[in-house]
């Protein structure tokens, strides 16, 4: 690894913290909102997985095309999007993304081809697969990237989608933030293989495996060589980053089959606060540069909030518009 993170400018690096701070914030603010009965709806927090959000997304281009999971808050954020719509979206105020309707797991943004987030595990499984065989129909050169959570990976479409993509040669990365949990399932206790990526070799295709998805560089490297290889015309690729949230499954889990002690020892582990260290002893930026990189995420998040509160809320109307039927 380093082969392409070494070529990162300071501007770059510094924006790698900047999306990781409003991932962090966003989310913190927007657990205060559920508990006050804001919210439209359920929704999922990133804490604790922002690098493996930034380092994975900062590696696409604009123009290729990114499909969510339901924890699809740092993804949204990474692939560049207005924190004000976001947050009025996951509200249910008329600015937001889908008009207030979608919520928390159905934010997009078009502009920079994220083709959403989705509430069905595995749900971006068949959609990537048939994007990915647009991208190679019509020789764009763009790839396609899915994310997913390591419990999607047990879902039948995970395999399906895999094994048509390997087959098709399709310009594809599945990407699996492995956050140990799928909801209160153990990932040990769920498949009989150390990793997701061991799985790769029975569909004839290369599996990455980002032992510390807290370390946003190596998650960028892996991601960027998995990008590199589906670009060239290689066909897809399997990458896991082993990560960890904070928070519950959902803002409605407590977490309670977990340990605190468990917890605390990921929290050690904070990847921002990793990649504030690295900055500081690299040179690539001063204490007071990153303060204030953290501190107008703070600002722009409340004020996020400020404009989404104050929004109103869509009309009736609304729900009968963007419907297509034959």
Request: with cysteine; aromatic share 8%; hydrophobic share 40%.
């Amino acid at each position: 690894m380093g082969k392409y993170s070494d070529k990162l400018t300071k501007e770059q690096k510094l924006d790698m913290l900047r999306l990781m701070e409003e991932i962090r914030h966003f989310d913190l603010e927007l657990s205060k909102l559920y508990s006050r009965g804001l919210v439209a709806g359920m929704t999922h927090y990133s804490v604790g997985e922002e690098a493996a959000n930034v380092g994975a997304i900062y590696a696409m281009r604009k123009e290729d095309l990114m499909y969510s999971n339901h924890r699809g808050h740092g993804q949204t954020i990474s692939k560049g999007i207005d924190l004000k719509r976001m947050m009025a979206e996951i509200l249910g105020k008329a600015p937001g993304y889908c008009k207030g309707r979608g919520g928390s797991m159905h934010v997009f943004n078009l502009e920079v081809n994220n083709m959403s987030c989705n509430g069905i595990v595995g749900g971006g499984h068949g959609l990537s697969v048939g994007a990915a065989l647009v991208q190679k129909m019509k020789k764009t050169g763009n790839i396609v990237l899915a994310a997913m959570g390591d419990g999607a990976t047990n879902e039948g479409s995970f395999h399906e989608g895999l094994n048509m993509a390997s087959t098709w040669n399709l310009p594809l990365v599945w990407y699996v933030i492995n956050n140990k949990y799928g909801i209160s399932m153990d990932i040990n206790d769920a498949m009989n293989v150390d990793n997701v990526v061991d799985r790769a070799p029975a569909y004839g295709i290369p599996g990455i495996l980002v032992e510390d998805g807290n370390d946003i560089l190596a998650v960028y490297d892996a991601t960027m060589e998995a990008i590199e290889h589906a670009r060239s015309g290689k066909g897809p690729v399997l990458v896991e980053s082993k990560t960890y949230r904070w928070f519950g499954h959902s803002a409605s889990d407590a977490g309670a089959y977990r340990s605190r002690e468990e917890i605390d020892s990921w929290r050690e582990r904070d990847p921002i606060e990793a990649f504030r260290k690295v900055l500081l002893e690299d040179k690539t930026a001063t204490e007071e540069e990153l303060d204030e990189i953290r501190e107008k995420a703070v600002a722009d998040i409340k004020e996020a909030v400020k404009f989404a509160k104050e929004a109103p809320y869509p009309e009736v109307e609304v729900a009968f518009q963007d419907n297509f039927a034959d």
